[in-house]
């Protein structure tokens, strides 16, 4: 069965420094997202890119944060100078819209922790 | 008002017991609704979708009420497998993009 994989599982970075986590979503899917969730808390949504750009995005996606699909198979997300705050469980998923139901298929996280 | 809002329970019940859950949402132009499984330290899993017509898979049944801005899940036969939070899912595409909300999630114990 297809997947979403995301790498690393697990990065630990210090404060201030950037992080990149990457995903590979499903092959024939087009709408990619990331969601954060802070240990405890909900799932909340950072951001939703489609046909190469951002679709929509969250008060928590500030400056600090980019997305980018680099070479049509990776989807990547960056905080540039991480803080404390930052750290949590990121998801990464994609979906294929067919039919306009937008069912998501997540990959299993990458926990960040921001020391 | 949340845009997506549950009962955070948790909810503990024995095997076999019948169990429902409820959740709304805030804005009735909202189009898609999905509950989703999470297990502890994992990835949200796609449960059902649901649909105005009520929908059932197995154990599972899930119902929509557009007026009342209401989505129910219904557990029969509870199974110790069954325990995890449980997230009612809704795509608002008011804003014309997408951005699919999580509710909080309502928390089941199944016990033996």
């Known amino acids: 069965e297809p997947e979403v994989t995301q790498t690393p599982s697990h990065q630990v970075t210090q404060m201030g420094q950037e992080v990149i986590l990457r995903c590979v979503p499903i092959s024939n899917h087009l709408y990619f997202y990331w969601y954060r969730q802070i240990l405890g808390q909900k799932v909340e949504f950072l951001v939703s890119f489609y046909n190469n750009e951002i679709s929509e995005k969250s008060e928590i996606f500030d400056d600090q944060f980019s997305v980018e699909r680099p070479d049509g198979s990776n989807f990547t997300l960056k905080i540039r100078s991480t803080k404390l705050e930052d750290s949590a469980m990121y998801f990464c998923?994609?979906?294929?819209?067919?039919?306009?139901?937008?069912?998501?298929?997540f990959g299993s996280g990458t926990q960040l922790s921001v020391l | 008002r949340k845009e997506v809002e549950q009962d955070p329970g948790p909810f503990n019940v024995p095997e076999g017991a019948t169990v429902a859950f409820n959740c709304t949402y805030s804005?009735?132009?909202?189009?898609?609704f999905f509950w989703y499984r999470q297990d502890c330290r994992k990835e949200p899993k796609l449960l059902m979708s649901?649909?105005?017509s009520g929908n059932e898979d197995g154990r599972f049944t899930a119902q929509l009420n557009r007026a009342s801005q209401y989505i129910s899940l219904l557990i029969r036969d509870s199974k110790l497998s069954d325990s995890a939070t449980y997230l009612c899912?809704?795509?608002?595409?008011?804003?014309?993009?997408?951005?699919?909300?999580f509710g909080a999630g309502t928390r089941l114990f199944v016990k033996a």
């Open positions: 649901v649909y105005s």
């Open positions: 899912v809704v795509n608002p595409y008011y804003t014309g993009g997408f951005k699919t909300i």
């Open positions: 804005n009735s132009a909202s189009q898609s």
């Open positions: 998923a994609s979906s294929d819209m067919t039919g306009g139901n937008e069912k998501l298929f």
